[in-house]
């Protein structure tokens, strides 16, 4: 998922944190890649005290029969992405768009608007609460970065973090959590900018390859350098 600016706004015009949250909030994006552990990274920090806000779960939510979404889906891929339930096929529809960029597109196109209209939500009614830290979970982050002239992390946020694995690890842990075979899962990793690069824009970066404990320290470590006032 990339959040960048509202429809319309130039690379000129001001940041969307200013715009949707307000000069003085603390707002973070956090990604990674497919088989990071983001959602890990995610819970711990929901226990320290953060709001987050997950895209992904948006989504799912968003593509339930009876939303308009689902069906908008069915006539773009057809009706082979439905499984016998009525509900979304989700591996059906994955093996479509992993492998075809402008499959990809096309499904951006339908999910995009939506999603971030509700991410935006959630996230101001944290800010509304005084968190000491909200946290948008966003997969496709530092792609939208990349296609930005200069430092547009900087400029969106108040900070990034990416939840980084080496990409041996993505692969095995793809193959794990999805049941896919390897060939599927090197496409999905390959179809995403390589973890590597991402490090580049990252303003934290936690490690992800060791034991959770190891994680957590990390997690809790950024978190709280997050959560100082200014």
Same mark, same amino acid.
């Given at each position: 998922?990339?959040?960048?600016?509202?429809?319309?706004?130039?690379?000129? +015009? =001001?940041? !969307?944190?200013?715009?949707?949250?307000? =000069?003085?909030?603390?707002?973070? *994006?956090?990604?990674?890649?497919?088989?990071?552990?983001?959602? %890990?990274?995610?819970?711990?920090? $929901?226990?320290?005290?953060?709001? %987050?806000? /997950?895209?992904?779960?948006?989504?799912?939510?968003?593509?339930?029969?009876? %939303?308009?979404?689902?069906?908008?889906?069915?006539?773009?891929?057809?009706?082979?992405? !439905? @499984?016998?339930?009525?509900?979304? $096929?989700?591996?059906?529809?994955? @093996?479509?768009?992993?492998?075809?960029?402008?499959?990809?597109?096309?499904?951006?196109?339908?999910?995009?608007?939506?999603? !971030?209209? +509700?991410?935006? #939500?959630?996230?101001?009614?944290?800010?509304?609460?005084?968190?000491?830290?909200?946290?948008?979970?966003?997969?496709?982050?530092?792609?939208?970065?990349?296609?930005?002239?200069?430092?547009?992390?900087?400029?969106?946020?108040? *900070?990034?973090?990416?939840?980084?694995?080496? #990409?041996?690890?993505?692969?095995?842990?793809?193959?794990?959590?999805?049941? /896919?075979?390897? $060939?599927?899962?090197?496409? #999905?990793?390959?179809?995403?900018?390589?973890?590597?690069?991402?490090?580049?824009?990252?303003?934290?970066?936690?490690?992800?390859?060791?034991?959770?404990?190891?994680?957590?320290?990390?997690?809790?470590?950024?978190?709280?350098?997050?959560?100082?006032?200014?």
């Amino acid at each position: 998922m990339r959040i960048t600016r509202p429809p319309g706004q130039s690379n000129s +015009e =001001p940041p !969307i944190r200013a715009l949707w949250f307000g =000069p003085m909030s603390k707002v973070v *994006a956090l990604s990674g890649g497919i088989g990071s552990g983001k959602t %890990t990274v995610r819970e711990i920090l $929901d226990e320290l005290g953060a709001v %987050t806000v /997950c895209a992904d779960a948006i989504v799912h939510a968003l593509q339930v029969p009876g %939303t308009g979404i689902l069906e908008e889906i069915v006539e773009a891929f057809g009706p082979q992405v !439905i @499984a016998a339930s009525g509900e979304l $096929d989700r591996p059906a529809l994955a @093996a479509v768009v992993f492998g075809d960029s402008g499959a990809r597109a096309r499904l951006g196109t339908i999910m995009h608007p939506p999603v !971030i209209a +509700e991410m935006m #939500r959630q996230a101001q009614a944290g800010v509304q609460a005084q968190a000491p830290l909200v946290v948008l979970d966003i997969p496709l982050y530092f792609e939208g970065q990349k296609a930005e002239s200069g430092s547009a992390v900087a400029r969106n946020y108040d *900070a990034s973090i990416l939840v980084w694995v080496p #990409r041996e690890t993505q692969i095995l842990r793809t193959v794990s959590r999805d049941s /896919c075979t390897p $060939d599927e899962a090197e496409r #999905r990793v390959a179809a995403q900018m390589p973890i590597d690069e991402k490090r580049g824009y990252a303003t934290h970066i936690i490690d992800n390859s060791g034991s959770f404990e190891a994680t957590r320290r990390q997690v809790k470590a950024v978190f709280e350098k997050l959560a100082e006032p200014s």
